[in-house]
């Protein structure tokens, strides 16, 4: 791994990160309704997905997303791009899990971002699985959409109520553990 320059006074900032697979699947979920009357819900299984890449920096409560047609290197690469503009100011450790285009030697990361790899089938130690329980619970459930455009528009909506909420995104992915700075 690359060290910091040590001339870098950037304050640092510790982000993580993860891709999300959203398709036209339906997913079904428990819902309410009066007693007696059984909902009915439209089902599908329709195999096309597009990929969700988050980073979510915990202490200031701000998250970068991209919807994305693949999750590979090249994919990666860009996210990094993105996350490295959005967080110019700081210097970003960025926890990652051990996908392969995340250990690529092809992979291409921005000089203000440093990979720490999380323990191999952990992701109960990534919050950005929450921000997927979220679309999946809020966003998605129950519904059969038309076109994979229609899906991204949903994630789309979903990510943004969460971008302009910081407390909520926060409260949702402020583990303990990764309190690591002041």
């Known amino acids: 791994m690359e060290e910091r320059d040590p001339t870098d006074t950037r304050p640092v900032v510790v982000m993580t990160q993860d891709e999300g697979r959203f398709g036209r699947i339906s997913d079904l979920r428990a819902c309410w309704a009066?007693?007696?009357?059984?909902?009915?819900?439209?089902?599908?299984?329709i195999r096309t997905f597009v990929y969700v890449y988050a980073a979510?920096?915990?202490a200031l409560g701000?998250?970068?997303?991209?919807?994305?047609?693949?999750a590979n290197?090249?994919?990666?690469?860009?996210?990094?791009?993105e996350v490295s503009r959005d967080f110019k100011d700081y210097f970003v450790i960025m926890l990652v899990?051990?996908?392969?285009?995340?250990r690529s030697g092809a992979l291409k990361i921005p000089e203000n971002i440093r990979l720490i790899y999380q323990p191999s089938h952990s992701p109960e130690l990534n919050p950005v699985e929450h921000v997927w329980d979220?679309?999946?619970?809020?966003?998605?459930?129950?519904?059969a959409f038309r076109s994979i455009d229609a899906v991204e528009r949903a994630i789309c909506e979903g990510l943004s109520k969460l971008q302009q909420d910081p407390e909520r995104l926060r409260s949702m992915t402020d583990f303990e553990y990764l309190k690591v700075l002041n």
């Open 97 to 102: 899990d051990g996908a392969g285009w995340h």
């Open 34 to 45: 009066p007693r007696g009357i059984r909902p009915k819900v439209a089902k599908q299984v």
């Open 73 to 81: 290197t090249e994919m990666m690469t860009l996210f990094l791009e």
């Open 56 to 58: 979510v920096c915990m």
């Open 62 to 70: 701000k998250m970068t997303s991209l919807i994305l047609p693949y």
């Open 134 to 143: 979220e679309l999946r619970e809020k966003h998605l459930p129950n519904k």
